[in-house]
C-alpha cells in the first residue's frame, strides 16, 4: 500500500517543492512540503515520514545537511535525500558521510527519482513486515518479563498460571541468571494479588541480624542504630507477595523464625512483644540444591517442605539453546534503543558463536554480553568480533594458566578475589564479569572472607 | 457542456488532439472537442530548452467554461516541471486541467523513423493517464494498465488503452461525482 507512506518534500523554492510534491502525490503518496528547515523539523515531530527529500541549499537558518541531521534525531528510522542544484563531489560526499540515503542532482530524471523512491519503500516494507513478524513471534513466546520457546519454559509459565491464583508457597530453583525473580513477579502480577505489593529480600545480600530486622521489622531501641521503629518487608507485603530471594543462605536462628511465620503467618519484630499477623504470600527462591542441604544438615526439612509446596525449577540457557537467538535479537533491540545506537541485528557467526557458548552465567551473562558487544560495535550488525571477549582460552591463554593442583573452592576464591581488586571493589561490575548475580557475589565474598 | 473538453495548444496535428479526445471518452463523461488555445507566453526555459507545464495548466484552467468537468490540453512542446527533467504530461490531481506533451511521444524524438501509428497510439494513452489523475487516480501497480507510471516510452509502450477494473471502477465513480457537484 502506497497510501501507507508519508513523503516530505523540503525546499525554499515552491515551484520545486510543488512539482515534487504533486509527482509523487500521482504516485499515491501523501506528501507534506516545507519552505524550510525549520518548519521540515517542526512537521517531523508530529509526523513520520518514510522519506524526506531535502534541497542542500536553503538561504537563512538551517541548509540542507543540518536539517538532515536534526531529521535523523527526530527519526532515526527516516531516509533521507538529499537534493541540489548545485552538485559537487564535496557536498555529495558530505552528504552521504552524514547519512543521506541519496543525493540527486535537479533536475531530475523521472526514472531516477521513481527507482529511488521504490527501492527505499520496498526496503521499509520489509522492515516494516520483518517487525511485525517479530513482534508476532516474540509475543507468542513472551509471559510478563520473561520469554522463551522452549518447551519446558513454556511448561514453566503454565504452571505458574495455574498456581498464580493460590496462596501456596512457591520455590522457584535455577542457576544464577536464570531468571528467578523474573519469575516470582510473573507469579505475582498473574494472580489476584497482582494490585498488592510485590517486594522483594534478597537474604544472601544482608548479615543475619540485619536480614532479621530487614524481613521483620524492629522496634525503636532494639539495638544500636534502631532510633526509630521500622516495618520490616513482611509487614511491607502485607496482601502481597514477598520474594525471598538466595533462602538457601539463611542462617539456623532464620530459617526457625521463618518457619513459624509460614505456619501462623505471625511474628514480632526486632525487640518487639506485639504478635504481627499478615496476609503474605511467600515465593523463595535458590541456586543451590536445597535437598541436599537438607540431606547434609545444612537446611532445616520442615522448612524446606513448607518452602516446597509447588517447587519450579527453571532450566539454565545451555539445555534451551533455541532461546538463544530469540532472547539476544530482544536485548539487542531494547538495549540499542536504550544506548542510542543503530545496530539493528546479528550476524551468522556471531548468532553461531553465542549458541555455541556455555553461558554459565545464564540469560543474564547473555544480556550482559550483548550490552558489551553493543558498546564496543562499529556496524549495523553485531558480528562474532564483537563478542570476541567471549572466546576464553582454553589452554595458556596469556596471562591465564589453568590450575591443575588446587581445590575447586580455591580457584573460585582466588578468581572472585582478582576480579574485584581490578574492578576497584565494584561489587555491581564484578558480579556483572563473572555472570553471577550480586547477592551471590555477596554470599561467596562472605564465604571466602574477600574484602572489598 | 457537463463533460471534459480537450484542446491543441499552439500548432499541433488536429488528428493528433482527435485520438486523446477519443481516448479520454473511456472514462464516461463526455467529450467535446473545442478550437486551439495559443501557447503560454513565458513558458519557454531558454536555458533548457524547454517548457514548463505549469503555465499551460494556468491557462487551460482560464479556459475552463463553467458547468464543464474537466479540461485536457495536447501541445507539441517538450514539458518540464521544475524538479525534472521532462515530463509526457501534466495534471492537476483531482483538479480541472491537464496537459499531455507529444514531443517525447514521437519516435523522432529518439532518432528513430517516425512511426504514426505509434505515436496515436501513444498519444491515447497518455490522455487517458492525464485526465485519469484529473478524476483522483493515482499511479496504477499493474504495468498493463494506462494509469501505470511512465518515465520512459518504453513504458508507455508496455501499458494497455484500456483502465484496469478497480482504476475505472474508481474513476467512474468520481467522474459521476464531479458531475453532480
Redesign the interface.
Known amino acids: 500500500m502506497?497510501?501507507a507512506w508519508r513523503i516530505l518534500v523540503v525546499d525554499d523554492?515552491p515551484?520545486?517543492c510543488e512539482?515534487?510534491a504533486?509527482?509523487l502525490?500521482?504516485?499515491?503518496y501523501h506528501v507534506d512540503t516545507a519552505a524550510s528547515g525549520r518548519e521540515a523539523l517542526e512537521l517531523s515531530r508530529s509526523t513520520e515520514y518514510a522519506i524526506s527529500f531535502v534541497d542542500l541549499k536553503m538561504p537563512g537558518g538551517i541548509d540542507g545537511i543540518e536539517t538532515m541531521m536534526e531529521l535523523k534525531k527526530l527519526q532515526p528510522e527516516a531516509s533521507v535525500v538529499i537534493?541540489t542544484a548545485y552538485a559537487t563531489v564535496d557536498t555529495a560526499i558530505t552528504a552521504m558521510k552524514e547519512g543521506a540515503q541519496e543525493y540527486i542532482v535537479?533536475?531530475?530524471?523521472?526514472?531516477e527519482?521513481?527507482l529511488l523512491v521504490s527501492r527505499i519503500i520496498k526496503v521499509k516494507h520489509l522492515e516494516r513486515e520483518n517487525q511485525i513478524l517479530r513482534r508476532r513471534l516474540t509475543g507468542r513466546y513472551r509471559f510478563h518479563d520473561l520469554l522463551s520457546k522452549s518447551p519446558r519454559m513454556q511448561e514453566v509459565f503454565q504452571l505458574v498460571r495455574d498456581v498464580a491464583r493460590l496462596r501456596s508457597t512457591v520455590l522457584i530453583q535455577g542457576e544464577s541468571g536464570t531468571g528467578k525473580e523474573l519469575v516470582a513477579r510473573a507469579l505475582h502480577f498473574s494472580g489476584d494479588r497482582a494490585g498488592k505489593p510485590f517486594v522483594g529480600v534478597s537474604c544472601a545480600a544482608l548479615a543475619e541480624t540485619l536480614l532479621e530486622s530487614e524481613l521483620f521489622g524492629h522496634e525503636k531501641g532494639a539495638f544500636t542504630g534502631a532510633v526509630s521503629q521500622r516495618k520490616g518487608k513482611f509487614e511491607l507485603a502485607d496482601g502481597g507477595t514477598i520474594f525471598l530471594d538466595e533462602i538457601g543462605d539463611i542462617s539456623a536462628k532464620l530459617q526457625m523464625d521463618l518457619l513459624r511465620v509460614l505456619q501462623e503467618r505471625r511474628f514480632y519484630r526486632v525487640g518487639g512483644a506485639e504478635e504481627i499477623s499478615v496476609d503474605v504470600r511467600v515465593v523463595a527462591a535458590t541456586h543451590v540444591d536445597l535437598a541436599a542441604a537438607v540431606r547434609e544438615g545444612r537446611f532445616r526439612d520442615d522448612l524446606y517442605y513448607r518452602l516446597n509446596v509447588v517447587a519450579v525449577h527453571i532450566p539454565p540457557l545451555r539445555e534451551r539453546r533455541e532461546d538463544v537467538p530469540l532472547l539476544a535479537r530482544t536485548f539487542l533491540e531494547r538495549t540499542a534503543r536504550e544506548l542510542g545506537k543503530e545496530v539493528d541485528d546479528l550476524s551468522e557467526d556471531a548468532l553461531r558463536l553465542l549458541m555455541d557458548h556455555p553461558w554459565p552465567g545464564n540469560v543474564r551473562e547473555l544480556e550482559n554480553a550483548i550490552e558489551r558487544a553493543l558498546v564496543t560495535s562499529r556496524g549495523a550488525v553485531l558480528t562474532a568480533d564483537d563478542f570476541a571477549f567471549l572466546r576464553v582460552p582454553a589452554g595458556n591463554g596469556t596471562g591465564w594458566t589453568v590450575p591443575t593442583h588446587l581445590p575447586l573452592h580455591e580457584v573460585e576464591h582466588q578468581v572472585i578475589a582478582a576480579t574485584l581488586k581490578r574492578l576497584d571493589g565494584n561489587v555491581k561490575e564484578t558480579a556483572a564479569v563473572l555472570g553471577i548475580d550480586r547477592s551471590t557475589l555477596y554470599e561467596k565474598l562472605r564465604k571466602y572472607g574477600i574484602e572489598r | 457542456m457537463n463533460g471534459v473538453l480537450v484542446v491543441g495548444m499552439g500548432a499541433v496535428d488536429p488528428d493528433l488532439v482527435d485520438e486523446a479526445a477519443a481516448a479520454a471518452a473511456l472514462w464516461g463523461p463526455p467529450i467535446e472537442r473545442i478550437p486551439p488555445l495559443p501557447e503560454p507566453e513565458g513558458a519557454r526555459d531558454a536555458g533548457?530548452g524547454q517548457w514548463a507545464a505549469?503555465p499551460f495548466l494556468k491557462n487551460l484552467n482560464a479556459a475552463l467554461p463553467a458547468g464543464a468537468l474537466r479540461i485536457l490540453g495536447v501541445t507539441e512542446r517538450d514539458l518540464?516541471?521544475?524538479?525534472?527533467?521532462?515530463?509526457f504530461g501534466?495534471?492537476q490531481?483531482e483538479g480541472p486541467a491537464a496537459v499531455v506533451s507529444l514531443a517525447r511521444l514521437r519516435p523522432e524524438f529518439y532518432g528513430l523513423p517516425p512511426d504514426p501509428p505509434l505515436l496515436r497510439a501513444r498519444a491515447r494513452k497518455e490522455a487517458v493517464h492525464e485526465v485519469g489523475?484529473t478524476f483522483g487516480l493515482?499511479?496504477c501497480p499493474h504495468e498493463s494498465c494506462p494509469m501505470s507510471?511512465s518515465?520512459?516510452v518504453w513504458q508507455v509502450d508496455r501499458k494497455g488503452e484500456a483502465p484496469c477494473r478497480s482504476c475505472a471502477a474508481l474513476a467512474r465513480g468520481r467522474a459521476e461525482r464531479a458531475r453532480r457537484r
Open positions: 502506497r497510501t523554492e515551484v520545486m512539482s515534487l504533486a509527482w502525490r500521482e504516485d499515491g537534493i535537479k533536475p531530475c530524471n523521472p526514472q527519482i521513481s | 533548457r505549469a518540464f516541471v521544475p524538479v525534472l527533467s521532462f515530463v501534466q495534471a490531481m489523475h493515482v499511479h507510471l518515465v520512459g
